[in-house]
């Protein structure tokens, strides 16, 4: 048992004018969480309980760490709980002990061995862990040593069982014909349907539902949109064009795509590729699941629907063009696909991954870089070694295609929080809960000449914000290395640079955190929020 009689000198409650020495009382920080999969434990809750057990042993709680609505899984994004053993390991904690309603509430690690590192962590540095709703004492024995193991055991099979469960859930709703998050796509639309199939409204771009009950479905688009959708289909299978010819001339035409942009080589392949055009719900395609990292899925793990919507495209129309592009496609050898790289370095003096995908009757980039590990690599191989400029124009079309992707991510899982969403589809400012609003900006990796990496943050000044989230792109800038989220406060009109270690780093920050937004909403104004 903790020998809470014991104390620490560090621990010790300070005396007030005039007291004389008391008997030691150990002083203690509860440490709480609110994960989005237990709404129902509220931290104040853990904190009444907390509480409870603090009283009955004289101990008197003097801080409090506060992860609200923050998955357990892992340890990015708890900021409270990192900022709690920061300050246990470098010895400015005026507390002794560490209270928690219980092991869940520590971490759902699917690793049990990180759970027991981070309580080993406060331990090594001289703090106490206790849990304060469990049935046993945190003393260290082998039996409060085997119970824990099970207990953390347990909670990572519940997360794991959770996910399981949901995903099933949502494979239900796919086979019912209903649609599970994403944009609708050019000549699509997504329809509301209550809990009796009725259609309730037309969702606009960034709209998405508010009851639980209601259900979104594909629908054909603007008349104008699907005959733009069959003449493209018209024209590759009939004049036999390729898509960069399609997409030439609908820019000629000046016809733009549903996100208000020119058409390219990609974007007329999606169209012609993708079985919503024929009425099916395929989902499941890749894998995020557990916070581990995001796969594809081959086409024996899609979970599909045959049927579920109006198709705008004949199926007989789809099969041909996908037996066109997968005879197209056919698996080439290594020496073919390095010579039709040389035959492109060679046209156009330069090569990248733009210029590869936007190439008739070539392999994709990505092929490239799956075949020979990396497109840099496989540039070595036909004698082109890209220069700065190359790599940057490659790197912002990316991050223009990563920027819109991360908007619809941020929407999409507000949404699945219980927020509402506005987004102007000028500015792409979001408005949520009608209450603030929120800019999504992305600021690029660029490499010093002493290798060091830094970051600048440009702020949409104009939009004026009340929150900011800044990605922070990796050394490869191919995908998202940390969060800010900054108040509106911390706004300039001169970009904020970044160095590899900043004092405001939310690391490993993602997405179930942007229920603090709602928090925030509904707890305190804007203006009083300070920065992590």
């Not at 709480?32 to 709404?39: D, F, K, N």
């Not at 004289?58 to 409270?80: C, N, Q, W």
């Not at 246990?88 to 027991?116: C, M, N």
């Not at 890209?386 to 912002?396: F, K, L």
């Amino acid at each position: 048992m903790i020998s809470w009689e014991a104390g620490v000198a560090r621990g010790k409650a300070p005396l007030s004018e005039g007291e004389t020495e008391p008997s030691a009382q150990l002083l203690a920080a509860e440490y709480v969480r609110m994960s989005t999969e237990h709404q129902q434990y509220s931290t104040q809750n853990q904190a009444q309980t907390i509480r409870e057990y603090a009283e009955r042993r004289g101990i008197r709680i003097v801080k409090t760490y506060s992860d609200d609505a923050k998955s357990g899984l892992i340890i990015g994004g708890r900021m409270a709980l990192q900022q709690m053993i920061a300050d246990v390991e470098s010895g400015v904690a005026d507390f002794s002990v560490i209270l928690v309603y219980d092991v869940t509430r520590w971490g759902r690690f699917q690793d049990t061995d990180e759970s027991a590192y981070y309580e080993y962590r406060c331990r090594k540095a001289g703090m106490q862990v206790a849990y304060c709703a469990e049935q046993f004492e945190n003393d260290g024995s082998p039996t409060s040593t085997i119970v824990k193991s099970v207990k953390r055991a347990m909670a990572g099979e519940y997360s794991r069982e959770l996910s399981v469960k949901v995903f099933a859930g949502q494979c239900r709703l796919i086979e019912l014909g209903y649609r599970q998050g994403g944009p609708a796509g050019f000549g699509l639309r997504r329809a509301l349907l209550n809990e009796r199939g009725e259609v309730k409204t037309e969702l606009k771009r960034g709209e998405h539902k508010s009851l639980q009950t209601d259900r979104v479905v594909l629908v054909p688009g603007p008349d104008d949109e699907v005959r733009t959708v069959r003449w493209i289909y018209s024209q590759f299978l009939k004049k036999g064009l390729s898509e960069t010819e399609i997409a030439t001339e609908l820019n000629a035409r000046g016809i733009l795509t549903d996100l208000g942009r020119a058409w390219t080589r990609a974007t007329v392949h999606q169209i012609l590729t993708n079985e919503k055009y024929i009425g099916n719900n395929v989902y499941n395609r890749r894998s995020f699941k557990l916070k581990r990292k995001r796969v594809a899925n081959g086409p024996e793990m899609w979970i599909r629907s045959d049927g579920a919507f109006d198709a705008i495209v004949e199926p007989k129309q789809f099969q041909k063009a996908q037996a066109i592009i997968a005879a197209r496609n056919r698996r080439f050898s290594d020496e073919v696909m390095l010579e039709r790289l040389a035959r492109l370095f060679q046209r156009h003096g330069y090569i990248s991954g733009l210029v590869i995908d936007e190439a008739d009757g070539m392999p994709s980039s990505g092929a490239y870089a799956h075949r020979f590990g990396s497109l840099l690599r496989a540039y070595s191989l036909v004698g082109f070694t890209p220069d700065r400029d190359y790599r940057y124009i490659e790197a912002n079309r990316l991050l223009r295609q990563f920027h819109g992707d991360e908007i619809e991510r941020v929407i999409h899982e507000i949404t699945l929080l219980g927020g509402a969403v506005i987004r102007n589809p000028a500015t792409d400012l979001l408005t949520i809960n009608g209450e603030f609003t929120a800019s999504v900006v992305v600021a690029r990796c660029r490499e010093t000449s002493s290798g060091g990496l830094r970051w600048k943050i440009r702020f949409d000044t104009g939009l004026a914000p009340d929150i900011t989230i800044a990605i922070r792109m990796n050394r490869t800038n191919t995908d998202a290395l940390d969060y800010y989220l900054l108040p509106q406060f911390e706004m300039r009109s001169k970009p904020l640079g970044l160095a590899e270690e900043n004092g405001l780093m939310l690391d490993a920050f993602r997405f179930e955190t942007l229920n603090f937004f709602f928090d925030m909403a509904r707890r305190v104004s804007v203006s009083e929020v300070t920065p992590w």
